[in-house]
Nanobody
């Protein structure tokens, strides 16, 4: 299995910054796309930002200019730098990754989620 472990959430005042990290671990796997999604209470999970293995990034309109996604391919880790945080950014943030994992002689695709990390922005 490929596991994703997030860290870096917490409580911050409006206008502040937080940096989230997500590391993928396991054996015999490669990672293609990585991304961050969030889910606020009573709302559906939504895309925040994604990044390809080549470094191409995509952002939700609501976070453009404030959030920056990056990754370290050698560490299979993706980061989300969140600046100018607003109360509406309060949510559980989930890491997502897809790629291919080898099991014996068989290669299988995967698309996995982390356990989530809470981000709370106080106004």
């Amino acid at each position: 299995q490929v596991q994703l472990v997030e860290s870096g959430g917490g409580l911050v005042q409006a206008g502040g910054s937080l940096r989230l990290s997500c590391a993928a671990s396991g054996s015999s796997f490669s990672v293609n796309n990585m991304g961050w999604y969030r889910q606020a209470p009573r709302k559906q999970r939504e895309l925040v930002a994604t990044i390809t293995s080549g470094g191409s990034a995509n952002y939700a309109d609501s976070v453009k200019g404030r959030f920056t996604i990056s990754r370290d391919n050698a560490k299979n880790t993706v980061y989300l730098q969140m600046n100018s945080l607003k109360s509406e950014d309060t949510a559980v943030y989930y890491c997502n990754a897809d790629g291919v994992r080898r099991s014996g002689t068989v290669y299988r695709p995967y698309n996995n989620w982390g356990q989530g990390t809470q981000v709370t922005v106080s106004s």
